[in-house]
């Protein structure tokens, strides 16, 4: 086997990419050229076509990249599962807009009405040389077209010129993220951790929108992001949800979900003034930790709450009870409490473990009978999905956790990692996945914070197994089976 290739049709397409970094062979133009060329790189462990496309879709302008998701011709369609991937690194390496769709084949200029039928069978570019060279073997394939004509500017027009020039700069600017790409192709094993992804009350705080959005129709509105995940608050906005920072935003009546996280006492008070209908989606996790501080205010406690200051489930905690709350988030804090009462303590209930256990025991060192959650306050699954993360770290090269940045037991999960000995990242989908840190890591863990939506996991490791031979491992702690009811209001 020979290292991964970049083909390009024309000269003026080669020479722009002569600096890939991979060998760029010509192959010449149009399909047949195309299969000759595939002839001779059998042997290649990777291809990668890039160089001038047309755009039948008319949100592609000329000068924008457009990376195949899919390569259609005369056989069967070829996937690019590594798409994602290289789309993302091109749009942040290029300031491209970077476009991703299915690519069709042809062997002449496309034109007009047919350009039009091609565009209604989903397909979004065109080329000449693309489907031969993808089908040719099984390899990791990778299709980047810069856009020269489009619906309203066709090749044979004066526009070719000024669509030409802004393709050409384009292309010269997508060497790295191709020599990145051919970098990152190669065997490996992909170590999941499991439990990984949704847990039962994030599973539960999204079926509640759902089912609101069934039974009353859209909009209906959601104070805060129901969970902390992208993916998760794009589709239910998609669905009719709306989502808003605080409640003055909601008209009268509405129909109001409060997220997962919690709210403080205050902010139930306000819907009730409002005369909103009201759907709570409070964690039964989190809302344990919320009685715990009205029960330990009660008896006079000082409640030390351990967690991070912004964080919304902390901000409803804190409201419990705000004259006899503390946020504690340091040694310092806990040096600071005051020690004129008896003192209990709380936790963040998507903490690292072992954050939450030291702080504890700085509490309980300074104040021996301070009191305690009777269970442990950090829920089960951030736990688990914590184990999980640590066991596969000690086997991985790179540690790549799948959440959203603002979702606290995500980033929690790659500090774990990192504890464990790997590097780690968090990325929010298979647009994020490294390519350039993947070179030398052929032993890749993956896991998913409890906010992140199992299909965006799945779409990662497709991503990983796009790039070459992949062993998928599953390294399992626990096996789940906690369920939560729905509040009456969405019940069946």
């Not at 008070?269 to 009201?278: F, K, P, S, T």
């Not at 009777?374 to 790179?398: F, G, K, M, P, S």
Request: aromatic share 2%; charged share 25%.
């Amino acid at each position: 086997m020979t290292r991964p290739v970049v083909c390009a049709a024309l000269g003026l397409e080669a020479r722009a990419l002569a600096h890939a970094g991979p060998p760029v062979v010509r192959t010449g133009a149009g399909p047949a050229r195309a299969r000759r060329a595939a002839a001779r790189l059998r042997d290649a462990d990777g291809l990668a076509v890039a160089g001038f496309g047309g755009a039948l879709d008319g949100r592609l302008r000329p000068g924008d990249l457009f990376v195949a998701t899919e390569v259609r011709g005369a056989g069967p369609p070829v996937p690019c599962p590594s798409a994602e991937p290289l789309a993302g690194l091109l749009e942040r390496t290029t300031g491209a807009t970077v476009h991703r769709g299915p690519l069709v084949t042809t062997d002449h200029v496309v034109t007009g009405r047919e350009r039009a039928e091609l565009a209604a069978t989903g397909a979004m570019a065109v080329d000449m040389e693309s489907a031969p060279l993808a089908a040719a073997g099984d390899r990791p394939v990778a299709v980047v077209r810069a856009i020269v004509d489009t619906p309203d500017r066709p090749l044979l027009s004066p526009a070719t010129l000024t669509g030409g020039a802004a393709a050409l700069r384009r292309l010269r600017t997508i060497g790295p993220a191709l020599r990145a790409w051919a970098d990152a192709i190669g065997p490996r094993r992909i170590l999941l951790a499991s439990p990984r992804s949704f847990c039962a009350g994030v599973e539960r705080a999204i079926e509640i929108v759902e089912r609101a959005l069934e039974m009353h129709g859209p909009p209906v509105y959601v104070r805060k992001q129901i969970v902390h995940n992208t993916h998760v608050v794009n589709d239910l906005a998609r669905r009719g949800a709306v989502f808003v920072d605080e409640l003055d935003e909601v008209p009268p009546g509405a129909v109001t979900v409060f997220s997962a996280h919690g709210v403080a006492p205050a902010v139930r008070d306000e819907a009730g003034r409002l005369g909103l209908r009201v759907i709570d989606a409070t964690c039964p996790l989190v809302a344990k930790v919320h009685a715990e501080a009205r029960r330990y205010a009660a008896r006079g406690d000082l409640v030390a709450l351990i967690g991070h200051a912004g964080h919304e489930e902390v901000e409803g905690t804190l409201g419990e009870a705000p004259e006899s709350t503390v946020l504690v988030q340091t040694p310092a804090d806990v040096a600071a409490l005051p020690a004129d009462r008896p003192v209990a303590y709380l936790t963040q209930t998507t903490l690292a473990a072992d954050e939450a256990d030291a702080l504890a025991a700085e509490i309980t060192r300074r104040f021996p009978d301070a009191r305690g959650p009777h269970t442990d306050d950090i829920c089960y699954a951030t736990t688990n999905r914590q184990r999980a993360v640590a066991r596969v770290a000690r086997e991985a090269d790179l540690v790549l956790v799948v959440g959203s940045a603002n979702s606290s037991n995500s980033r929690r999960l790659v500090e774990v990692a990192e504890q464990a000995g790997a590097p780690a990242l968090l990325i929010d989908g298979p647009a994020d996945v490294p390519l350039g840190r993947l070179r030398d890591a052929r032993a890749v863990g993956v896991t998913a914070g409890a906010s992140a939506p199992p299909a965006v996991l799945d779409a990662v490791v497709a991503a990983l197994r796009g790039l070459g031979p992949a062993d998928l491992v599953e390294r399992e702690v626990t096996v789940e089976t906690t369920e939560f009811t729905l509040p009456k209001e969405v019940r069946p």
